[in-house]
């Protein structure tokens, strides 16, 4: 009772709108666990959004929320976080919303490695309007935008996560709730740029390729004896098409962007001899 109580205390109040049968029922369900275990205070949290059925989250958990326009999550989290290093930011997203329009930010929150989780909802179509193809839906799956099939490979957001050089790389299932609460528990601690990507079910516009007993048929954890600082490793794991691994791919310690702010603060500060009339002929 007193664990449910815990939970509760994390919940707005506000009641989902997802689907029935909605995988993302299950990641929102993960989540907070992850935030009651990590004894999270809600004035200490950071939730933000874009724009389709993940963005929704923010409404349904007792945090500070900002729910932002198509694509743009990824920035606004950095903006969140530089302002207010002692937030724990927590960035959701779709795979139209992420990968798509907000595609182009992704690599350089991967880069510069900011001190956020950025949780992908994987469920390969765009549900909120309806069902048109994204940029993980599957080639030659029909859908209201590509009646006669795709004529594009899908991306895979974990390799794209691994090449970008994330430094925690991750990927979870929406019915795995244990593993996913752990995993999401691993990533924020990182200190870094945390990416996991969750793969789910979309009941009302992809029941082909995100149904749950194929995906179960297709998914294996990743091996035990897997060494995450390995990138190239990594990569053959996240890429691997005949298996769907779940589990840590990728972990690496380096300064996130707010240690080199640090440094580069004190480097300023040592500096300021110099005034401002040297900078000013530099550009001369």
């Known amino acids: 009772m007193e664990e449910q109580d ?5 919940l707005s109040g506000v009641n989902p709108v997802w689907c029935p049968g909605c995988g993302y029922y299950g990641i929102l369900g993960a989540l907070v666990e992850a935030f009651v275990d990590l ?17 929704r989250l923010p409404y349904f958990v007792k945090s500070y ?18 302002a207010n290093p002692n937030l724990t930011v927590v960035t959701v997203g779709g795979d139209g919303d992420g990968l798509a329009i907000g595609g182009g930010h992704f690599p350089h929150v991967a880069r510069n490695n900011v001190d956020l989780t950025y949780i992908l909802f994987n469920n390969a179509i765009y ?4 069902g048109q193809f994204s940029p993980t839906t599957t080639l030659f799956s029909s859908t209201k935008t590509s009646p006669f099939g795709l004529t594009g490979e899908a991306l895979n957001p974990s390799a794209l996560a691994i090449v970008y050089g994330a430094s925690f790389v ?10 996913l609460k752990d995993l999401i528990m691993q990533g924020i601690r ?30 294996d954890t990743v091996p035990a004896d897997h060494d995450p600082e390995n990138p190239v ?14 589990g840590v791919l ?5 300064p996130s962007l707010e240690d080199r702010f640090q440094e580069i603060e004190k480097k300023a500060q040592r500096g300021k001899s110099h005034g401002i009339d040297s900078l000013v002929r530099q550009f001369a």
């Open 6 to 10: 815990k939970f509760c205390d994390y």
């Open 233 to 246: 490793e990594a990569l053959r794991l996240a890429g691997d098409e005949s298996k769907i691994h779940l």
């Open 65 to 82: 929320g900002f729910h932002g326009i198509h694509g743009r999550a990824l920035p606004i989290a950095q903006g969140v976080k530089i």
């Open 170 to 179: 991750a990927r979870g299932f929406s019915v795995k709730k244990e593993q």
């Open 250 to 254: 990728r972990r690496s310690s380096r």
């Open 190 to 219: 990182h200190p870094g740029f945390a990416f996991i990507e969750i793969l789910s079910s979309c009941s009302s516009f992809n029941t082909t390729d995100m149904n749950v007993a194929r995906l179960l048929k297709a998914i």
């Open 39 to 55: 004894k999270l205070p809600s004035k200490e949290l950071a939730l933000i959004s874009g724009i389709g059925c993940a963005s």
């Open 127 to 130: 549900g909120m309007t309806k």
